[in-house]
């Protein structure tokens, strides 16, 4: 089956910086990788996602670049603020699309 | 439209005895999966169902089984509740494979 693999577990930046997540995926069948933000004592909530036929994806601070030849995706987040301050999922689909499966997550802190 | 709906929202049980989650998924999402999310452990997927039929299971034993209605809601039991077992349970619905998943708040099952 699909393995996600994200680095850095965990990442402190200054309020203002730039935020970089990455994941990388075993099957070159998954289509669909999407992102999510759980903030603390909360549900995780979907940000942003991207499809295999694209190769980047913006939503005003927040950006997914995907490399479906080295087989892997990443997060970016500009201009953080401390409400950015949460563990942040990535997750790519089986071929089937059935299944989602995670990665094990980057706790993210923003130091106002 | 409503969210997906998890209740109950808390649970105490002792070892051995056995519990009953249920989920109600976005009005009209026919794809129920279920994770457990534990510190450290990410979101390990538990299994998905659509229209009834369970279609993905993860590597959970048997004592993890689930069922799906023809309303798309779903429930899933745990028997011979073992302290390990203490983890939150998160339900997501998404409209057919490939597609978002929202997420429920999730309920937080604590074995004494």
């Known amino acids: 089956g699909e393995n996600v693999e994200q680095h850095p577990s965990t990442l402190s930046v200054q309020e203002g910086d730039s935020a970089v997540i990455k994941c990388t995926y075993s099957?070159?069948?998954?289509?669909?990788f999407p992102w999510y933000k759980q903030e603390l004592g909360k549900r995780p909530q979907l940000i942003i996602d991207i499809r295999s036929n694209v190769g980047e994806k913006k939503d005003q601070r927040i950006a997914v670049t995907l490399n479906k030849t080295a087989k892997h995706f990443s997060l970016h987040i500009t201009e953080t603020q401390p409400e950015d301050s949460a563990v942040y999922f990535c997750?790519?689909?089986?071929?089937?699309?059935?299944?989602?499966?995670f990665g094990t997550g980057t706790s993210l802190t923003v130091i106002p | 439209k409503a969210g997906v709906t998890q209740t109950p929202r808390y649970l105490i049980k002792t070892r051995g005895q056995q519990v009953t989650l249920s989920c109600s998924p976005i009005s009209g999402h026919r794809s129920v999966s279920w994770y457990q999310q534990t510190p450290g452990q990410g979101l390990q997927f538990l299994f998905e169902y659509f229209s009834e039929t369970q279609r993905n299971k993860g590597n959970f034993p048997g004592r993890f089984s689930g069922r799906q209605f023809s309303n798309s809601r779903s429930e899933m039991n745990v028997s011979t509740l073992e302290l390990g077992d203490s983890a939150l349970y998160l339900c997501?619905?998404?409209?057919?494979?490939?597609?978002?998943?929202?997420f429920g708040d999730g309920t937080r099952l604590s074995i004494l």
């Open positions: 099957d070159s069948a998954s289509n669909y």
């Open positions: 997750a790519a689909t089986s071929n089937t699309g059935n299944q989602f499966y």
């Open positions: 997501a619905s998404s409209l057919a494979g490939n597609q978002p998943q929202h």
